[in-house]
């Protein structure tokens, strides 16, 4: 079974620094693309980057210049760092997978959500 396991979340300052993990575990064969959702309270689930295996990236463009998101193909990991935080930025961050579990079958995965939080 395929499983995302996201950690990092928490309550932050305004212009603070966060850092989400997301480490995919169980069998499979290869991660294609990994990337961060966030989803606002009352509002739509929403990109905020996504990264290729090769770490070609693409970024919302609310987050340009403040997020940089990563990977370790080795470790099966993904990760977001997040810099200047605003309150605007406040939502359960989702993780999310392109997964083989063999040559021919593959699927998208999510993580359980992490909440972030930017309040003084």
């Known amino acids: 079974q395929v499983q995302l396991v996201e950690s990092g979340g928490g309550l932050v300052q305004p212009g603070g620094s966060l850092r989400l993990s997301c480490a995919a575990s169980?069998?499979?064969?290869?991660?294609?693309?990994m990337g961060w959702y966030r989803q606002a309270p009352g509002k739509q689930r929403d990109l905020v980057a996504t990264?290729?295996?090769?770490?070609?990236?693409v970024y919302a463009d609310s987050v340009k210049g403040r997020f940089t998101v990563s990977r370790d193909n080795a470790k099966n990991t993904v990760y977001l760092q997040m810099n200047s935080l605003k309150p605007e930025d406040t939502a359960v961050y989702y993780c999310?997978?392109?997964?083989?579990?063999?040559?021919?079958?593959?699927?998208?995965?999510w993580g359980q959500g992490t909440q972030v939080t930017v309040s003084s």
């Open positions: 999310n997978a392109h997964i083989l579990r063999t040559i021919l079958d593959s699927n998208d995965y």
């Open positions: 169980g069998r499979f064969f290869s991660i294609s693309n």
């Open positions: 990264i290729t295996r090769s770490k070609s990236t």
